[in-house]
């Protein structure tokens, strides 16, 4: 069946570091992989879209990369700040109506 | 806000109760999802409304019923719940194209069934 996996549960950085956060899929190759912020008791919210056409995504200090060899999406946010901390999901869509989320990567950025 | 506004807040009800879950967005956005998030899961998809018409229905117990009355009003009824059914459950809008530009999801409805 289509899964997909984030690896880690949760990340602890230093304020001013780069945090990573990987997002794996298995079983079938989506058109599109989609980077969601959520806080604690709130709806996720957007970031980033990268399509399988395309290797990297910018936008201010967040990246994401597309390999489809590695069937591997990674998630950067450089120069961390505090304010960065929340819960970072990774979706895929599936070629229908429905999209597959992974279960979230808690970010702890440490002043 | 993110465009997309879900009624009430939260919601404590007992398992005899009848609620509905209400979602409005005016993004001009012509699909319509409700999602349950349960704790440290992945978010499930429950209900698709494209063009106000049911297009996925994802094994969802009977004892939720959604109801997409136009295209920028979404409910979700529910009756005899049983306290598993207690999550976060999230309302979402995206252009037709199956969210190939993103979902906007609202803030949520906190349900505590007891």
């Known amino acids: 069946s289509q899964k997909i996996e984030q690896n880690s549960e949760a990340l602890n950085i230093q304020e001013g570091k780069t945090a990573t956060l990987t997002c794996n899929y298995t079983n079938y190759s989506p058109a599109y992989l989609q980077w969601y912020r959520q806080d604690p008791g709130r709806g996720p919210v957007f970031l980033l879209l990268i399509r399988e056409n395309e290797k990297e995504k910018r936008k201010e200090r967040l990246k994401v990369t597309f390999d489809t060899t590695l069937k591997q999406s990674l998630f950067h946010i450089t120069a961390s700040q505090p304010a960065d901390s929340a819960t970072y999901l990774c979706?895929?869509?599936?070629?229908?109506?429905?999209?597959?989320f992974g279960a979230g990567t808690r970010l702890f950025v440490k002043a | 806000e993110t465009g997309v506004t879900q009624t009430p807040r939260h919601l404590v009800m007992g398992m005899t109760n009848k609620k509905s879950l209400k979602c409005e967005q005016h993004l001009g956005h012509n699909a319509m999802y409700w999602y349950k998030q349960s704790a440290k899961k992945p978010l499930e998809l429950m209900f698709v409304?494209?063009?106000?018409?049911?297009?996925e229905n994802n094994s969802v117990p009977s004892r939720f019923s959604p109801e997409c009355p136009n295209s920028s009003h979404l409910f979700l009824h529910l009756h005899t719940l049983q306290p598993e059914d207690s999550a976060l459950y999230l309302c979402a809008s995206s252009q037709r194209d199956r969210g190939a530009y993103g979902y906007t999801f609202g803030s949520g409805t906190r349900l505590t069934v007891v």
């Open positions: 409304y494209s063009l106000e018409e049911r297009v």
């Open positions: 979706a895929a869509d599936t070629g229908g109506f429905k999209t597959i």
